[in-house]
């Protein structure tokens, strides 16, 4: 059999990276045989069979055309198969059958760092992905709106570059093909990273739809169909965007946060339903970038999940930004007008009302995707409210060599607690007797200005009846806030004072995301506020609000 230079759009040359066998190497069906250099990135060439390695007929760093050949593989016959570790009968023939000591179901950053965690402790990983490596962060969330926030940044500074005494003459235009082509270079970077990470680390990747026959067995349908036998098995599927019940949601008009990455054209106008995390995030994009914006929120406040003194100030900030703000609305349906925009009708306590814009962004939220798993037939159980996977501390399900990490559990729905998930999964299946810990998990909203917490809030230390003490400092008397031009916003620290110890932090104001970083290890790490205020910190930074957040519990802030 001879393996060819599988065809590329465009017919483009690439070119041969690493070659990972010898001739004489005996192979299974599934393993990469090399990783090829292409325009979009590194891209994997399997065996398709078991066999030898016959014949090399390409060399590294060569350019190569599509349908070019590369190996040639002689395959065994049928008596001279090696025999496979079989956990269960299998009873299907015509499919390619493989065996996997770990199994991970979902390529996203919750599965490829548990897959490469794993494989870096001597575990042998086989990864089954329906769509691409890096899941929904890499492909269409954290990291591409990302991308948009910082080109709706950079436009923003230059409308406000007169403040800085420099002077731009004419009208400033946003080329939205560039930003867009910008977050694909980026996005397609990092899963090409991802890609060579999988092959440096010997990760078998199968690319497909994998579905549980049995609790030891997966059917994987697709690009590349087998069965596969695990001894054990994370499911790291991801989620899914919510589909609210709201007529006309498949009017052409209408974008969620995936399809809105790949708009070229920018409206003059657009109407976002969701005053949450990915609808606040994306008006702040939007205003930025010159949209008249419109937010329509079911709640009474935008950013629920933020300590209500947060998300006041956030309100505040973006109706002076021109962001206009409808809380305590719902909305009953979008329509087509005359003239082809989009007509939102939502009612509040004053009655219905009509909104006109160009577009409509549904930022509703995401639920655990379970779609074409069969969870069924393995035995797995969801949580109480029927809404994503039971797991324990261990992340392990109700079947013992069964663990389930990330959004499809429907905990924590944020890309770095599904990689601790992982990690946290894949110690325990090795036998670590790891327990996954919720009490310091950091959280960022890129707004302007940016907003993050960790710990808990005021609202939630209040209602557990906590007896705590509030430290607190304003961005007005930090240095670099007003170098930057940035004077809006506070830092809020929680401390108990059964404990004495930092047990919640709250940011909105400029670098909240890396300032949070600080305080999280605080935190996890059982910091007393003395422990900050003998810390030095550097000057002139932003991070000199934490020290004098943490003043604020005694003698007070030093600069306010």
Do not use: W
Not at 189 to 199: A, E, P, R, W
Not at 424 to 451: Q, R, W
Not at 523 to 546: D, L, M, W
Request: glycine share 10%; aromatic share 4%.
């Amino acid at each position: 059999m001879i393996i060819k230079m599988p065809a590329i759009p465009g017919g483009k040359m690439s070119k041969v990276g690493k070659i990972n066998v010898n001739a004489g190497d005996k192979v299974d069906a599934g393993v990469i045989l090399v990783q090829v250099e292409t325009a979009k990135g590194n891209r994997p060439v399997k065996a398709v069979s078991e066999g030898t390695v016959c014949k090399i007929l390409c060399e590294e760093g060569a350019e190569i055309a599509p349908g070019a050949p590369m190996f040639e593989i002689t395959e065994y016959q049928a008596d001279e198969k090696p025999a496979k570790e079989d956990f269960n009968d299998m009873t299907q023939t015509g499919t390619t059958q493989l065996s996997a000591d770990l199994l991970i179901i979902g390529g996203g950053p919750g599965g490829y760092v548990a897959a490469i965690y794993a494989a870096k402790n001597g575990r042998t990983v086989t990864l089954v992905e329906k769509s691409q490596l890096g899941g929904t962060c890499l492909n269409v969330g954290c990291i591409p709106t990302k991308a948009l926030v910082k080109s709706a940044e950079i436009c923003h500074s230059v409308n406000n570059a007169s403040v800085f005494g420099v002077e731009i003459d004419g009208n400033i235009r946003v080329n939205m093909k560039k930003v867009i082509d910008r977050k694909d270079q980026v996005k397609n970077k990092l899963v090409s990273g991802i890609d060579y990470l999988m092959n440096k680390n010997n990760i078998n990747v199968i690319s497909g739809q994998a579905s549980f026959m049995d609790q030891h067995t997966v059917a994987v349908t697709g690009n590349e169909s087998c069965i596969i036998k695990a001894k054990d098995i994370i499911i790291a599927t991801g989620s899914k965007i919510s589909k609210p019940p709201i007529p006309g949601m498949d009017l052409p008009f209408v974008r969620n946060s995936t399809t809105a990455l790949s708009d070229t054209e920018l409206p003059k106008s657009i109407a976002i339903i969701g005053g949450g995390v990915i609808g606040m995030e994306f008006a702040f994009l939007y205003r930025n970038l010159g949209v008249d914006v419109h937010v329509i929120e079911f709640m009474d406040r935008i950013l629920t999940m933020v300590d209500h003194e947060i998300s006041s100030e956030m309100q505040a900030i973006a109706e002076d930004a021109g962001i206009k703000i409808h809380t305590c609305s719902k909305v009953l349906k979008i329509q087509s007008s005359m003239n082809g925009t989009a007509v939102t009708s939502y009612e509040d306590k004053n009655g219905e009302h009509l909104l006109v814009s160009d577009k409509v962004l549904v930022a509703i939220g995401r639920e655990p995707d379970l779609e074409g798993l069969s969870l069924e037939l393995s035995g797995v159980l969801l949580n109480s409210r029927g809404r994503g996977i039971e797991v324990n501390s261990a992340m392990r399900t109700n079947i013992d060599h069964i663990y389930a990490i990330g959004d499809v559990t429907d905990k924590i729905q944020l890309a770095h607690v599904a990689s601790h998930q992982g990690m946290v999964a894949v110690d325990n299946l090795l036998g670590k007797h790891t327990a996954m810990d919720y009490s310091a998990v950091p959280n960022v909203i890129f707004t302007t200005p940016e907003i993050a917490s960790v710990g808990i809030n005021e609202d939630e230390a209040r209602a557990k009846g906590l007896n705590i003490s509030i430290g607190r400092f304003s961005f007005e008397g930090n240095g670099k806030a007003l170098t930057m031009n940035e004077p809006r916003g506070f830092i809020k620290l929680l401390k108990d004072n059964e404990s004495q110890k930092i047990i919640g932090g709250s940011i909105i104001g400029p670098d909240a995301s890396s300032l949070i970083s600080t305080l999280t290890l605080a935190i996890a790490n059982g910091f007393t506020e003395k422990q900050i205020t003998e810390t030095i910190f550097s000057h002139p930074t932003t991070s000199e609000v934490i020290h004098e957040a943490a003043l604020d519990f005694g003698i007070g802030a030093l600069h306010q």
